[in-house]
């Protein structure tokens, strides 16, 4: 880093905005296989608490990847890449008081925990996904499976390049067991126990 580039503090800080608004900053990281289920779930928990007046945001894997990473592929490199700048993303993010959430395969533990390691600890709450992988294939919301299957991606994750599953996530959602909703209630369910958020009157 250069030498002359200098962090300055501001006099509003994390704390402040969390009193003001009456619920904590914090990174809810979604992770698990293309079509487990993780924009599905996190779409319904995010119209959740934004209905119930959370100050809420999802970086979605693909809708960052048309802007910010836009310039990324989907090699190893690229991928770890890709990762470091959303984790840097969503510390701003959480920096600002906002639940943010986040979608993405994030398919390498090391590269998650990188993230963790980045916030104030108990600010990252891993969220595991969870789908066995045919069924995920047979979602297959995008194609992707079948181009990969067909050899016309390379290095997708699940089929030729390897996910690695959380060891110990702060939530596991199994949406091939339950149903949206009941996954939601799950997430929320956690957040009220660990006083992130408060139940509503």
Not at 15 to 38: A, C, I, N, P, Y
Not at 170 to 179: A, D, L, Q, R, S
Not at 193 to 200: A, G, M, T
Request: with cysteine; net charge negative.
């Amino acid at each position: 880093m250069n030498e002359n580039i200098v962090w300055h503090n501001t006099e509003v800080a994390l704390e402040d905005r969390e009193k003001q608004q009456g619920h904590q900053g914090l990174v809810l990281w979604f992770t698990g296989l293309s079509g487990s289920g993780k924009s599905t779930v996190a779409t319904a928990f995010q119209k959740r608490l934004f209905d119930d007046g959370y100050r809420v945001f999802i970086l979605d894997g693909d809708n960052v990847r048309h802007g910010l990473n836009s310039d990324l592929g989907f090699s190893s490199e690229d991928r770890v890449e890709n990762i470091r700048r959303i984790g840097e993303v969503s510390k701003l993010f959480m920096d600002a008081g906002v639940i943010t959430i986040t979608s993405f395969i994030s398919p390498f533990r090391a590269d998650r925990e990188v993230v963790r390691k980045k916030l104030p600890v108990g600010k990252f709450v891993e969220v595991f996904v969870k789908a066995p992988l045919d069924v995920c294939e047979s979602r297959d919301p995008k194609g992707l499976y079948k181009k990969a299957r067909a050899g016309e991606i390379a290095h997708f994750t699940g089929i030729d390049s390897p996910y690695e599953d959380p060891e110990n996530p702060e939530i596991t959602v199994e949406t091939f067991k339950y149903k949206v909703e009941e996954n939601v209630d799950q997430i929320i369910s956690y957040l009220i126990e660990k006083k992130y958020i408060k139940i509503k009157e």
